[in-house]
């Protein structure tokens, strides 16, 4: 937690999303959107974005910058918006704001997009697929510009990992999904590098120690409702999870298909 960091003002920015996201200047000078606690998705939320987060850093993966923020009643209590999403005081999930981004276009293919770090899109993939993160759209990922009409692609809003946003001890048995279905994904392994880095990226994810795994989730903030019971189950179900990744299905929408194909044929 950044205990120098304060919130000076509540910016006008309105973000889409569930989970109500604020836009809020701190004292450092940097402007943060803010995920609260007790917000209309509930505070799971923020441990999955704490997560996904924290270990998309150890694995130089291209996460926001986030701190975990102390906000408290005096704050909220000067907005009325606060009050009418259910905010409650505390630790909160702030992510660092960058300006001047774009989005995928969902009906694309995207091919125009030039991306700087496109070495790491599979990398996203796999990882997607290991924590389990069924929301990785076309608005969930930012193209920051950097020049020569390139843009530097970051993952953002993890809060729907584990295959289930508002998991439990019960749901955290059941292993993700290993194959890639969602758009971004499969617009992600196109490039002609991407097979390559596929590969790279399970071998990493296989390398993490298990006490780093441990030490993130025992890192998780104390006011975010996650019992030891519920810790022990995240550990085990990253564990097992990432022994699953060698199964990655990169052609699971093809077999679908032709799945339905069969299906036609018999019914006529």
């Not at 000067?78 to 001047?100: C, E, M, R, W």
């Not at 599979?122 to 608005?139: H, I, P, Q, S, Y």
């Not at 002609?192 to 790279?200: G, L, R």
Request: glycine residues 4%; proline residues 4%.
């Amino acid at each position: 937690m950044s205990e120098n960091l304060q919130p000076v003002k509540l910016l006008d920015t309105v973000f889409k999303g569930y989970s109500k996201p604020q836009h809020i200047l701190f004292n450092d000078g940097n402007s943060y959107v803010v995920k609260f606690k007790n917000n209309p998705s509930g505070t799971r939320i923020l441990v999955n974005e704490y997560i996904a987060t924290k270990l998309g850093e150890i694995l130089s993966l291209p996460v926001i910058p986030f701190e975990v923020i102390e906000i408290t009643d005096d704050f909220i209590k000067q907005h009325d918006v606060f009050a009418k999403h259910g905010f409650t005081s505390g630790n909160q999930f702030a992510s660092l704001y960058i300006p001047n981004c774009i989005q995928l276009e969902r009906r694309s293919d995207n091919a125009h997009i030039k991306v700087s770090n496109r070495d790491q899109l599979a990398k996203m993939v796999v990882f997607d697929l290991w924590v389990g993160n069924t929301d990785r759209k076309e608005n969930n990922v930012l193209l920051e510009p950097v020049g020569d009409g390139k843009h530097f692609l970051h993952m953002i809003d993890h809060g729907r990992c584990f295959s289930k946003a508002k998991w439990d001890i019960k749901a955290l048995k059941e292993m993700p999904n290993m194959d890639v279905n969602l758009n971004v994904h499969k617009w992600s392994l196109n490039w002609p590098e991407s097979e390559n880095k596929i590969q790279e990226a399970i071998t990493n994810i296989m390398a993490l120690p298990e006490e780093t795994i441990q030490n993130v989730i025992q890192s998780i903030p104390y006011d975010w409702d996650v019992t030891e019971e519920e810790r022990e189950a995240l550990v085990t179900h990253l564990l097992e999870s990432r022994e699953r990744l060698p199964n990655i299905n990169l052609q699971a929408d093809s077999k679908k298909k032709k799945k339905k194909k069969k299906k036609k044929k018999k019914k006529k």
